[in-house]
């Protein structure tokens, strides 16, 4: 072999190489960042608990006995799942990705709702109004945490649907709690 073989053998498995490392590392980025959305996900089974009590309390405690306080805590924030979802969606399965969505829409509802109860509860808005939306928000934050909990149970990789188990128990108990609510016959 002449030394222009050898030098383009030498190129060739340099190049080789250096592409079998970005491979390498974009794997380990990739399966890094899956690792920090599941423990985020992990987390929030135990934030979305406690809003899911609290907001239960102010939505059905609110309006009676001269009681006009509420408290949801604060919206609801995903910080890893905003900033790098994207760059790993495709790594997940379709399951994943669709309880992914599905947990996020109502994370996002729930803070909507925080915000609106911030901005409307001196004055601004009626009793109905105010009851009505802290139990929504206690309905947005019991979807999620239940949904989070029977999405971690498996994993995230079988579609939580509509009709699992537990959310339709959750519907029950939305049906036992709505008489409950101080809200005022107009």
Partial sequence: M???????IALFVGWGLSQLTDVIKSKCRINKLKLAISTELKDLEVLLTERTRTAKKSSVEYGHDGYYACSLGAPVSTPVL???????????????????????????????????????????????????????????????????KAANEVGGKEKIIDEHENLNELREEFKLLTPQLALRKS
Wanted: charge should be negative; proline fraction near 0%; hydrophobic fraction near 40%.
């Fill in 2 to 8: 002449d030394r222009l073989q050898v030098a383009l």
């Fill in 82 to 148: 905003d900033a790098y979802y994207y760059e790993v969606a495709e790594s997940f399965t379709e399951e994943q990705r669709y309880n992914i969505r599905v947990l996020r829409d109502h994370i996002r509802a729930y803070s909507t709702i925080v915000e609106w109860v911030e901005n409307n509860t001196s004055g601004k808005a009626t009793q109905n109004e105010i009851v009505f939306k802290l139990f929504e928000a206690y309905k947005q934050a019991a979807f999620a945490s239940v949904f989070i």
